[in-house]
Nanobody
Framework: QVQLVESGGGLVQTGGSLRLSCAAS????????MGWFRQAPGKEREFVAA????????DYVDSVKGRFTISRDNARNTVYLQMNSLKPEDTAVYYC?????????????????WGPGTQVTVSS
């Protein structure tokens, strides 16, 4: 089992920044690829970003490229999502997730464990 807890969400104005953190406990964190997803009201949960177990490979949905950065600190069992130049359309509940399998990290069903989520609201 891996337990994940997100933090760092909140209310920010358009153009502002937030840094989300996801703390993991349980099994060896460095064995897992990590991802961030988000879900806006009335919409499907969508992929935002993923990072490989080593941190050497990252992937982003086109809508956040150049604005968001995913990173991880395996010594601290934590994955981060730095979000800059936020837009109202970024408003959602953000979830971190852990995947033991490699590949297809844009697909939510690849992930084995999920956090409860943290709300991000961007005001216009």
């Amino acid at each position: 089992q891996v337990q994940l807890v997100e933090s760092g969400g909140g209310l920010v104005q358009t153009g502002g920044s937030l840094r989300l953190s996801c703390a993991a406990s349980g099994r060896t964190f460095s064995n897992y690829a990590m991802g961030w997803f988000r879900q806006a009201p009335g919409k499907e949960r969508e992929f935002v970003a993923a990072v490989s177990w080593s941190g050497g490979n990252t992937d982003y949905v086109d809508s956040v490229k150049g604005r968001f950065t995913i990173s991880r600190d395996n010594a601290r069992n934590t994955v981060y999502l730095q979000m800059n130049s936020l837009k109202p359309e970024d408003t959602a509940v953000y979830y971190c997730a852990a995947a033991l399998a490699t590949g297809r990290t844009r697909v939510r069903y690849t992930y084995d464990y999920w956090g409860p989520g943290t709300q991000v609201t961007v005001s216009s």
